[in-house]
């Protein structure tokens, strides 16, 4: 009897870890939330960019900046929601990965610039949504990156596996984005580290503050562009080649509303504008080449989140 129980649990144990992994109902319930914050951050920056004094947890001028970010959280979005969609894990690490590297810098800058948010005692007369803006935004940005690296200890502990490797990444993708990867983090890591470098790296004029928020964004996305040149499979870049495209637009979309914030004069906007058009481009690449979902999990795939697919019995003629 010992011996048949001790039997099945090992049969039950081998099933469970060859499943391919799928996203736990905490890290479900953490990017659902991610997604409400997301949806109102890109109201707020990317819609209302010119009255962050009302409705955002610090004033932000120029409004070409409050935009910018608002690209970002707009990314941020369809990060969450894509891999909501996805129940492969493998496929949602690269996102959560990006959002966790954010999240973390931003919570930096947030604790050392903590007197330029609407919280402040000198910032009593503003509306009551600004100053509620920034309670919110403090306590989020306390509480998310705790939530999100337990969440991902979690899962990576979760049995299964991850699937096999099956569309690999085209050797001049891989080359450009390392290439833009080393590009957003050299500028992001600057900006992080000295806001006061902005001026000569920057083409429109940026806050210590909103530096290191934008270096952020710069880090995070630096940082999923460098893990997608080497996953080797674009099944697992396709969510972030979406939001990356995306980003890529509406970076695109804020500069044509604010043309004239931009120093044109300088090196520096010509090098943004050419990175953010190699971003859309690199982007729809990943994007047009990636497998959909739905291709991915068809029944019978043989790495399907349900398990490899087992072969059908060869049905025989009736007889008779």
């Known amino acids: 009897m010992d011996r048949t129980s001790a039997s099945a649990r090992t049969s039950t144990t081998r099933e469970q870890d060859d499943h391919v992994r799928t996203l736990r109902p905490e890290m479900r319930a953490l990017l659902a939330v991610f997604c409400v914050l997301t949806a109102l951050a890109t109201l707020a920056l990317f819609v209302l960019s010119s009255a962050t004094d009302e409705f955002f947890a610090w004033t932000i001028a120029p409004p070409l900046t409050a935009a ?10 369809l990060l969450v929601a894509l891999s909501l969609r996805d129940p492969v894990w493998a496929h949602s690490r690269l996102p959560v990965l990006t959002i966790l590297a954010f999240t973390v810098i ?6 050392v610039h903590l007197d330029r948010f609407h919280l402040q005692p000198e910032f009593a007369s503003l509306p009551f949504i600004a100053r509620a803006a920034a309670w919110f935004w403090l306590v989020v940005y306390v509480l998310i990156p705790v939530a999100m690296l337990v969440s991902v200890v979690l899962q990576e502990r979760a049995p299964g596996r991850d699937p096999r490797p099956g569309h690999p990444v085209p050797i001049a993708l891989r080359a450009a984005l390392g290439v833009e990867s080393a590009a957003l983090l050299v500028t992001g890591i600057a900006l992080a580290a000295a806001p006061s470098s902005a001026p000569t790296l920057w083409p429109w004029p940026l806050t210590p503050l909103t530096a290191r928020v934008v270096a952020a964004w710069l880090i995070a996305f630096g ?33 044509a509303r604010y043309p004239d914030t931009i120093d044109w004069d300088g090196a520096p906007a010509w090098v943004f504008l050419a990175v953010t058009v190699a971003i859309v481009v690199t982007g729809a690449v990943g994007w047009r080449m990636a497998p959909g979902v739905s291709d991915w999990s068809a029944a019978g795939h043989p790495d399907g989140p349900a398990g490899p697919a087992r072969p059908t019995r060869r049905q025989r003629p009736a007889r008779g």
């Open 106 to 111: 931003t919570l930096i800058a947030t604790l």
């Open 68 to 77: 910018l970010m608002g690209a970002g959280y707009a990314a941020g979005f």
């Open 223 to 255: 940082v999923a562009t460098a893990l997608a040149a080497f996953a080797g499979d674009l099944a697992r870049l396709r969510t972030s080649a979406i939001a990356y495209t995306v980003f890529g637009v509406l970076t695109l979309v804020a500069v």
